[in-house]
């Protein structure tokens, strides 16, 4: 019989409840799995007795999920059971374990990056540029596994337009608004986002996550210039990313860049002076109820044209 008020724990019940826990909070494949080694062991045999502890670690390790999952820490709200005690039937514990599932790349320490040993990469370009000037850098894991950790636990890479300061001209003043306005963009396990800045975007690729990424650069945010005066409307940034591989062959490098793309016929003031500024963070998620099984994420300056 299934799981149900009244019933026997079955062996099969229990064991699908600890294949469905270990499948987010263990090795997991794909866009599931946590990399946790604190993995629930299944009843061997459907005469085997459903321990208390066996109960009580699988509740334990729901908490652990929901936990990490919720701002707040709020948990499952399911209570362990103590040696001795009689398990009674928990109506809620199906309900907590699909909630785990579908709030499996959510966390509520996001952005935690004293959690990564590199912290944050920053690329400087004093030199003026009249069309292009293009910025990229590589953030390295050591294996495909900790990548997928990185981003399945909740983590999070970004890419930053910012400028110490580029002046000396009306098109260079116009450009510097264009990276304060253009912010930082924030790239998650299956989304993306704005963060900071002002203004509208006119590419805003919110489906552009992780898993959404390939070896080739996919576009994920672009914003104008809103200065009409000296036509520099078609001036714009955007921001990139890739793989350094198709997820079918393991990738370990994710590549962010940046495009300042300066299209103006502005004969008198072409070229943009001062210096482009680009930063870049790996930003892992909290370690609260949850180990670093990510590893150390390595960045370093690809491009600097």
């Not at 374990?97 to 040993?117: F, M, V």
């Not at 930082?184 to 996550?209: C, H, P, R, V, W």
């Not at 945010?221 to 409307?233: E, I, K, L």
């Not at 072409?270 to 930063?279: N, Q, W």
């Amino acid at each position: 019989m299934t799981y149900a008020s009244g019933g026997l724990i079955q062996a099969t019940d229990y064991n699908g409840f600890v294949a469905s826990v270990n499948a987010i909070w263990g090795t997991g494949s794909s866009d599931s799995g946590y990399g946790q080694t604190t993995t629930l062991s299944t009843v061997t045999a459907a005469s085997s007795t459903v321990t208390a502890t066996q109960w009580s670690d699988l509740i334990a390790r729901i908490n652990s999920l929901r936990n990490h999952q919720t701002a707040g820490g709020l948990g499952s709200g399911i209570t362990q059971p103590s040696t001795g005690n009689t398990i009674t039937y928990l109506s809620s514990l199906s309900t907590q374990i699909s909630t785990a599932t579908s709030n499996k790349l959510l966390n509520a320490g996001d952005g935690n990056a004293a959690n990564n040993a590199s912290g944050t990469i920053t690329l400087s370009n004093a030199t003026g540029f009249t069309t292009t000037r293009t910025q990229e850098f590589s953030l390295t894991f050591l294996s495909y596994n900790q990548m997928r950790y990185f981003f399945n636990t909740g983590g999070a890479v970004t890419i930053t337009a910012l400028n110490s300061a580029l002046a000396g001209n009306t098109k260079s003043t116009d450009w510097d608004a264009v990276t304060v306005a253009f912010g930082t963009t924030k790239i998650f396990a299956q989304s993306s986002e704005k963060s900071g800045g002002s203004g509208t975007l006119n590419t805003n690729n919110t489906n552009a996550g992780f898993w959404d990424l390939t070896a080739t650069d996919t576009l994920v945010m672009r914003q104008y210039s809103t200065t009409a005066a000296g036509g520099y409307t078609s001036n714009y940034i955007s921001s990139f990313a890739r793989l350094n591989v198709a997820h079918a062959s393991s990738p370990t490098v994710i590549y962010l860049k940046i495009v300042f793309q300066d299209d103006a016929a502005d004969v008198t003031d072409d070229t943009v002076s001062g210096t482009a500024r680009t930063d870049v963070s790996a930003l892992p998620s909290g370690v609260t109820y949850i180990a670093n099984t990510w590893g150390t994420v390595v960045g370093a300056n690809t491009v600097n044209t």
